[in-house]
């Protein structure tokens, strides 16, 4: 009986479940966004407990800045922003709108605006609602039963794996979910407008990228084989959009958004 009313519940969600990403790009979403907010918040929360957080004031007065003026650009609204001791380099944005950032990847970037181009991708996966995309998907997949489970029947020490995997920081935890090919590369583009809107260089998302490659030193799967665009394809589409993007950096910078963040 049970199973018989979900299939009624989905089959009647999926009618409604069609929207538009930023990009243009049709989606299929169909959880409610309070829910997947709630699996972020509680996320991060995990997040913050297992991992440890940096103390380092200019590791988070840099972040902060970058990731004060690319939310800005999103309507505002307060953004919690932490640095992890991690030596990956990586950074990460949740649903419930929590930004977290590793030491590594500070370590490696060349300046403010490689860091902004990273973050803007991480905030550009919320804003094109990617988690709630995945976990849809999911859902539809398996009638919500594990879905169900993982957002809204454990508190936040027990967030399941599945949890985290749908939110796009599983890998962190030894879940292989990563976010699909044309999820990073929309959130690619969606990153580098953003970043240029705030007064960041677009083009040092192409350096960033190579400086990327050289630290990956020849580890990286082909693009057929991997979830991720491979550089050199994702360079080529960020070439491909920067004519755009660089028009949104003369507007910044004629409004006079020239951060500069330290």
Aim: aromatic share 6%; charged share 15%.
């Amino acid at each position: 009986m049970f199973k018989q009313k979900m299939s009624v519940l989905l089959s009647a969600l999926l009618l409604s479940a069609c929207v538009t990403s930023p990009t243009g790009r049709s989606q299929f979403i169909m959880m409610p966004e309070a829910q997947i907010d709630n699996m972020g918040l509680q996320a991060f929360e995990t997040l913050k407990k297992d991992k440890p957080v940096s103390r380092n004031a200019k590791y988070n007065r840099l972040t902060r800045c970058i990731a004060q003026a690319i939310t800005r650009e999103v309507g505002g609204g307060q953004w919690e922003v932490v640095v992890f001791n991690d030596k990956s380099p990586n950074a990460f944005a949740l649903p419930g709108n929590k930004i977290g950032v590793h030491t590594g990847l500070i370590t490696l970037v060349a300046n403010q605006d490689q860091l902004a181009a990273v973050i803007g991708h991480e905030v550009g996966h919320v804003l094109a609602k990617h988690s709630n995309e995945r976990a849809s998907q999911e859902m539809a997949m398996s009638q919500g039963l594990s879905v169900v489970q993982a957002i809204a029947g454990a508190p936040t020490s027990a967030l399941g794996q599945l949890g985290f995997g749908l939110l796009g920081v599983g890998a962190q935890y030894g879940v292989l979910m990563p976010y699909g090919r044309t999820q990073e590369s929309e959130a690619d583009i969606i990153g580098i407008d953003l970043m240029a809107k705030a007064g960041f260089d677009p083009r040092q998302s192409i350096d960033l990228w190579l400086r990327m490659e050289q630290a990956s030193q020849g580890n990286q799967p082909s693009e057929f084989m991997s979830t991720h665009p491979s550089h050199a394809a994702r360079i080529q589409d960020l070439e491909q959009h920067m004519p755009q993007a660089m028009s949104y950096l003369q507007q910044a910078h004629a409004m006079g958004k020239q951060p500069r963040c330290s």
